[in-house]
Structure formats: structure tokens, C-alpha cells
């Protein structure tokens, strides 16, 4: 039985399958996990005439940059007016997904190291709260807070919009910072108080500066879903140049006059930043989607 | 905690300096430094803001769901809050919801909603375990494939729709193309002439976008399974599929409750990729009860309607998740 334990390596290949099959069955997740993505990428550097071809050319024929060169204004075409407005909507985006993030790692982690290191009855009725917003849907709330915020004059502000997006942003920050600070010894912050620090001192002198795992997991996180964020931008938002990506490409999308490849660059771009977040930060992202997934 | 408890010192001084010794500067620091001040402090920022942009709307929300809302009427009584005027409109009580019971359209988005959600909720759940158990086993170029598992789930839903868009166009699609050329079909498909076939696309669509998801946490959970289980599998001569009837898929429970029930919320709250592939057509066939509650709420603008929907919708959801914990959960923790 030892001897078993000690040789076992593959628990879930089938033995049949387990060497050439492995390979078939990983190209398959392959194609089907990068494929779609790919053929995004291939119709952004191609021209729309070529892919009218039938049938349809699976490799780009004439490899052009020319669709980006449009919607980055470089060059002139017929609707550019509509592509142009994925340059202001890319810093709109880039804007309000930098305040998410940067309010998010502030105020969440230091509400999520509250909730690691103090129980009381309070601070456990307000975590239950915290986690019953994060069972709220967010369209729900659209209606009250578009009146809201048209009330106060933050419509179709990027203000508004932050604010709006912390509301579904921050309970993920606050339970996945808590899970990270539950992992760091106490013994750190009674050494640090006995040493004569004040509790602020402590969180920030000692416990921030080992923190950073934790940091980049609800920091990549935050900024991906504020980065994705349609409706409420949709919504909140409706005036021309005021909006995030996603809405302005929902919108070229509407529009039947402008070509598929030019609409096509405009989602590999707005595609880039956060494939890149997921490829460079798997890992701590997989620790924050499991952490902030896994609730009660 | 007992120890840093006893060692908290900052506690007394703080109520002696309550008798009137002290600034207030001194007497805050005393605050902060105490330990359930300092967590306090801590909380504040967050929770102020988790209070305005969502209980107060939410409370605000329900009170729409009773009321006819016009927008241009501001003539009505409204509701003052930290300077800012709310309109309240008009109470109608629950004339809203039993306008919603008696329109059909209400109930066939219901009904295609519920064979929407228990298409994506099955299809997600199997396709994520099965990319899961793939990921688990050793082969070369593993770490690539699992970073690019998070491919589908990082994009924006509008890039996903817009892509897959394209992947399934009539006039230049790559589905068709390879379908073409492999001679499966001899013209190219309109995935979204017919309204069935438009709903299952979206079944499709969603689930290559929500399936990685499901895998990241079937993954976690296939790794916390001891490996002398399925030794002992093995010696008592299990295949692969016994293994996974008998060892995985049990000790997958927690995981697999979790994804059910995460796929289900997820899949009654689908809205974006309506938006951007079918715009809820062709006629209704693909208006499930979340676009029904966005095209009231913001096409037509009618906010009491739309929100009563919207609320049925998260009614749903709760209640699902409990039944959902009640049968899976329950039986787990008794076992």
C-alpha cells in the first residue's frame, strides 16, 4: 500500500488516454479557451472585404494595422466622428478603473484588516451586511442610484461612476484583504505593540509592507471589474464621451455603417489591459476569484 | 487576542481622560489606539460608502417598486437626505407587481429565463469540471493553458458578445468557415434568425465566458483531495469513471454547490450579451426577465415597473440560493 501511495502520480488521467489523449483533450481546451480570442485579434489586422470572402480565410490575408490607425484617429475614414470616441472612453476607463482600484485597496484592505483581527458584535453584524451586498445584484440598484445621482449632479460624471462602482467592487476587496490578513501571524502585531507602536503604526510599518500578495489579488481584481463594467456605465452615463469603453463599443456595435474589422480593433484593445492583468497576475487572481467567491 | 488585550493599556486612560483631562486631538488618539477604535476607524470609510450606493439605494429602489415614477414630475412630496432632494413619486402600492402577474410577456421571459438558466447552469458546471480535470492531470505546457483560462473570464461581456459576434457571423464567421470547409454544411448558418437558436447561441456564449470561472474553483477543490483516496481507488480496481463517481465528484461538494449556485445567480442576472447580440429578438425570443426589467427600467423609462421586475428577479436569486443550500449544503455538513 505505501509502495502504491509513494508511485502514485496521476490521479485522473484515464489509463487508456493518459499519453496521447492527454495532448488531445489540452488542445481542445486550447482552441476553445484562445480560439475566440485569436479570431478577434485576426479580423482587428484584417480587412473587411477579405473576410467577406467565402469561404472565410482563417489567417489574416492582407495583415493591416490600418483599423487601429482609424480609431486612434491617426487616419481619416468615413465614420470617423464614431471611432473617435475610443480615445476618450479608453482614458475614461483607464481613469475611473485606476480610482476604483486605488480606493479599493485603501479603504477595503483597511476595513478587511479590521474584520481579520477584531470580533465583536458589531463588526460581525456589519460583515454580514458587507456580504449581503455582495448577494445584491447591481441592476437592481441602477434605477435609484441613476435618480440619485442625477439629483446631486454626478450623471455622466467619471465622480459618479466610482462611486457607483465601489459598490460592487468593495465587498470583494474587503473579504479577499481578510482572508490574505488572516494568514499573517498575530504574533507580528504584539510584537510591534509591545515594542511601543501605536495600532496604526503597526498596520502600516509591519503589516503593509509584507502584504503584497494580497494587495495584487484584490488590486487586479477590482481593476478588471471596473475595467468590464457595462450597464451601469450604460446607464449612469449616456452622454457621448463621458462613457467607459465597453458602452462605446456597445454603441459602434448599434451602428450598422462602421466595418466589423474597425469595431473589432476597438475590443482587442479593450481587451488587452486586462488579459495581460490575468496572464501576469494569474495566480494571485485565481486566489482572489476563489477568495472572494467562497463566502459564509 | 487575550494577551494583547491585557496589554491594551490604552483603554483606561481613555476613560480617565473622559473627566476632562486631555484635548481632543489626545483624546482621539486615545480612541484610535484602543482596539475596537481603531477597527472602527478602520471600517468607517468603507462602510459610509457601501451605505450610500447600496443600502440606500436598495431601500430607495423597493420604494420605486411602489410607486408610478414620472421623471418629469418633481412636484410630489420628496424625501431629504444630507441636503439631497429625492423625489418619491406617487404610492401605488402594489399596482406595479400586479401588472407584472398578468402580462404574458412577463411570464414567457420567466418561463425562457428558467430554460436559460438551467441550460447554462448545467453546460457551465459540466464543461468547468471537465476543463478541470483536464488541468489537473501533468502535461507539458500545463501553466500556459491554466494562465490562459482566464482568457474568457477577463474580457468585458461587450468584447465577448462582439467577438463571438463575428465567430458566428452568416456572411464571414470562423465557426462557419471551419464548419465549411470540414463539409459539415454546405451554406453558412444565421445563428440568430430563429429565436431558439438565438437563445441556445446565448447559452453558448455565456458559458465560454462563465465555464473558467467554474474550473478555477473545481480546481482549488481537486487539489485539497487526499491522493491515497484514489490510491485506494485503484487497488480496489475503480476505472476512471468510478474514481470520479466515487472519490471526485464527492469530494467536490462544497465546490460544486458553490458553482451551482454562483452559475445560477450568474445566469438569471445575464443582461450585457443580450445587449450587444440580440437586443432581446429576434421579436421576444430571447427577452428573459432581466433584459425585461432593463428595457422597462431604461428604454421606456418606466422605473416603477422596471424595478418591481427587477426585484422579482432578486427575489429569485435569494430564494434559489437557499434552496440550493438547504439540499446540497445541509447534506454535506451531515455526512
Known sequence: ?296 | MAEIAQRDRTRAPLRAGAKGSGGLARRFHLYANSQGGFATLLILPALTVIFAVVFFPLIYSIWLSFAEVDLLDTSGPSLDFLGVTLPLYKFVGLANYRELAGDPLYWDALWRTVYFVAAFVIEATVIGLAMALVLNTEFFGRPLLRAALLIPWSMSRVVVGLLWLGMLSSDFGALNAVMHRLGLIDGYIAFFKNGFSALNTLVLVYVWNQAPFATVLFLAGLQSIPKDLYAAAEVDGAGFWRKLWHVTLPSLRPMMFLVLVLSTVNGFLMLDLIFVMTFGGPGNDTTTVSWLGYRTAFSFFQFGPGTAILFTLTLMCVVLTVVYQRLILAKFQAE
Open chain 1, 1 to 296: 500500500m505505501a509502495a502504491v501511495v509513494a508511485n502514485y502520480r496521476r490521479p485522473l488521467a484515464p489509463r487508456i488516454a493518459s499519453g496521447l489523449g492527454i495532448y488531445a483533450l489540452a488542445a481542445l481546451v486550447a482552441i476553445w479557451l484562445m480560439g475566440p480570442f485569436l479570431w478577434l485579434f485576426i479580423t482587428s489586422i484584417s480587412y473587411q472585404r477579405d473576410l467577406m470572402a467565402m469561404p472565410t480565410p482563417l489567417l489574416p490575408v492582407n495583415p493591416t494595422l490600418e483599423n487601429y490607425q482609424k480609431i486612434l484617429g491617426l487616419t481619416e475614414f468615413d465614420h470617423a466622428d464614431q471611432a473617435r470616441l475610443v480615445i476618450a472612453s479608453l482614458s475614461n476607463s483607464f481613469i475611473v478603473a485606476f480610482a476604483v482600484t486605488a480606493i479599493n485597496i485603501v479603504f477595503g484592505s483597511a476595513a478587511g484588516y479590521a474584520y481579520a483581527r477584531h470580533r465583536s458584535r458589531a463588526m460581525s453584524l456589519s460583515l454580514y451586511l458587507v456580504l449581503f451586498t455582495r448577494m445584491l445584484p447591481v441592476v437592481v440598484l441602477i434605477p435609484a442610484l441613476f435618480l440619485m445621482l442625477r439629483q446631486v449632479g454626478l450623471q455622466n460624471s467619471l465622480t459618479g461612476l466610482t462611486i457607483a462602482y465601489c459598490s460592487f467592487t468593495f465587498p470583494f476587496t474587503i473579504w479577499i484583504m481578510k482572508s490574505y490578513f488572516e494568514t499573517i501571524p498575530r504574533e507580528l502585531e504584539e510584537s510591534g505593540l509591545v515594542d511601543g507602536c501605536t495600532r496604526f503604526q503597526v498596520f502600516v510599518k509591519l503589516i503593509v509592507p509584507i502584504s503584497g500578495p494580497g494587495f495584487v489579488a484584490a488590486g487586479a481584481f477590482t481593476f478588471v471589474l471596473a475595467w468590464n463594467e457595462f450597464l451601469v456605465a450604460q446607464v449612469l452615463n449616456s452622454k457621448r464621451g463621458m462613457t467607459t469603453l465597453p458602452p462605446a463599443i456597445a454603441g459602434m456595435l448599434g451602428q450598422a455603417n462602421i466595418d466589423y474589422a474597425i469595431i473589432a480593433a476597438s475590443g482587442f484593445i479593450s481587451a488587452l489591459p486586462a488579459a495581460l492583468l490575468a496572464l501576469i497576475f494569474q495566480r494571485y487572481m485565481v486566489q482572489g476569484l476563489t477568495a472572494g467567491s467562497v463566502k459564509s
